[in-house]
């Protein structure tokens, strides 16, 4: 039978009923001024790495959770979350990072390969170094932040990411563009895994699929962004979006870098009241505090664990067809027979379909029966694979064109996807290496996926589209198995309890860096209840 022990602390145990909080102007005790929040560490090192939660704020986060929450007060607080960090990651994330994405495709209908003289295979060998260098520091830039304060951490790759895609603009050749792509590549790879550690800093399990799908949803104004671009600079160069993309993303990253917080133990836009409630309302979470420990245990219990693998053919199956569609997507579409300035505009309704999908998908999640995201992700993705047989083998040019747009609904799936790895993994330095896991297969679904678009079948790229779509199909096997693992686990657990064998308190496991398998009270998340609007 095993039994947490409950964390050391100085302070007096509270009776769950002792006091009932109806605002934060109440809690005289928890607005104190005396006591330090954050663990102060020695020497010049010291003062750039992340600190973790002091013990006297844990010891107040666990009065806190033996506190009735008022819930007006929680959404006036989760209101200021939202205007602080959802525009920060929405103007950052997607909106820039994902017209770089396409920036290649773009440039590619403005006669880079003339321009630069790039072979036949050069191109894709374009598309897919960008990848190789998010795969080489995708696992490094995980561990990074947990050593580093997050946003800053961020926030510096991100100025380093604007600076290569500016200096791109000054590639002479083939050579040139390989080595900034495969360094921009680099830098990217922490933008993925860094918004969805914000988000799982910032929000429950519950309101984590809303969250990611606000943010997400700017891939969509990301993609029209650049159709918008390339049909408003109106020159046939295509230096102009590297140049403009990548000062945006440098002016973007000062702004994050001075004003967004690090974490909610450590900032000056709540108070210290707030600070406490922020981390109080995910007591029902089981994901512990947030802190910058490495811990072994949970690193090997990662690798054996059939979820991080599985999670990794999720950002691999996932992101075969993202490889291709974003930097072959403007050729096909302009092989319909659009010009060079119609096809930029044809991506602005591929913008606003996947924005479509995305909210619809978060009203549904919303919506459905406890129990059901794994299946609202199946659902989203039928429509892609059934967009990538139009395109393949419709006839005509508005049914293919209709079925390219249709091929956006995978955003859906992947907004909601991506939840499931935050909520479901437990202990920070696991939660960091499942991350790392998935966006590892992100990376090498990109780089495979350009390789499957051959230039001699130009401008239908048969080869290319039906790859997708199978990658696609396969992607919804590994969201099912996904399914059966949560399942499976979360009745064992269930029964465990139910029978007598294993024993736990709630309100001490939540404030554990304890793993998912460590900690009985783990349940895996399937759907969530939360509203996203």
Known sequence: MSTLKPLPSDKPEVEQTEYV???????????????????????????????????????????????????KEV?????????????????????????????????????????????????????????????????????????????????????????????????????????????????????????????GTWYTRAQQPSRIGYWYCANGVGIGLGGLLGFGIGLPSWKYEFLIVGAMCCAWAIFMFIFIPDSPYQTHWFTRAE??????RKRNDQNGTDNRHWSASQAIEAFLDIKTYLFFLFGFTANVPNGGTSNFGTLIVKGFGFNTFQTTLMQIPYGTVIVLFIVAALIANSKMRSGNRTYLMVATNIPTVVGFAMVAWAKSKAARLIGFWLTGASNATFVVGLSLVSGNVGGQTKKALASAAVFLGVAAGNIVGPFLFKDSEAPKYLTGVVGCMVSRILEIVVILALRIVFVRANNKRDRDLAEGRVQYDERLTSLQDVSDWKNPAFRYVTVSPARPF
């Open 21 to 71: 909080a109806k605002s934060t102007k109440e809690l005289d005790w928890a607005n104190r001024d005396d006591l330090v929040d954050v663990d102060q560490r020695s020497g010049i090192l010291g003062y750039f790495l992340k600190k973790n939660p002091s013990p006297n704020f844990i010891a107040d986060v666990a009065t806190m959770n033996e506190t009735e929450l008022d819930e």
């Open 75 to 199: 959404a006036r607080i989760e209101r200021k979350i939202d205007w602080l960090i959802i525009p920060a990651l929405s103007g950052m994330s997607p909106r820039f990072y994902y017209v770089d994405k396409t920036t290649l495709s773009y440039a590619a209908i403005f006669d880079i390969k003339k321009d630069l003289h790039l072979g036949k295979s050069e191109y894709s060998w374009l598309s897919s170094l960008f990848y190789f260098g998010w795969l080489a520091w995708a696992l490094p830039t995980n561990l990074l932040m947990q050593k580093f304060p997050l946003n800053k951490y961020l926030a510096i790759n991100i100025f380093m990411w604007g600076v290569l895609l500016m200096a791109q603009a000054a590639s002479r050749n083939f050579t040139d563009l390989a080595i900034l792509r495969t360094l921009s590549g680099a830098a990217e790879s922490t933008a993925d895994p860094a918004f969805l550690l914000v988000t």
């Open 275 to 280: 600070r406490l409630v922020i981390v109080s």
